[in-house]
């Protein structure tokens, strides 16, 4: 229906930026904002790196990449609940 029903934001949370800028990533939670603003929520953390986000049917699917997996979290948009967040490859050195 193209309403905007959240903000999507990717932020290092403060007590861990000093963490962060001493290690050589730079984790980053994620966090859904209702469109007017009224709220927030984390939905994610710990994550090196959001590979790809797709909004499909009111549901969030973000593919991201924390330590050594790949995964893929799906996210309702009306309440922001995670409904899924499995792996999706293992990556081994």
């Known amino acids: 229906d193209g309403v905007i029903k959240g903000i999507y934001v990717e932020a290092i949370d403060k007590d861990k ?10 984790l980053s939670s994620v966090y ?14 710990d994550v090196d790196q959001v590979v790809s986000r797709r909004n499909d049917d009111n549901k969030l699917r973000l593919v991201y990449q924390k330590q050594n997996s790949v ?3 799906l996210i309702n948009m009306q309440d922001f609940r995670v409904l899924a967040d ?8």
């Open 86 to 93: 499995r792996e999706l490859a293992l990556h081994v050195e």
């Open 32 to 45: 859904l904002v209702f469109a007017d603003g009224s709220g927030y929520k984390k939905v994610l953390s």
């Open 71 to 73: 995964r893929m979290a």
């Open 17 to 26: 930026a000093k963490d962060a800028a001493a290690s050589t990533g730079n």
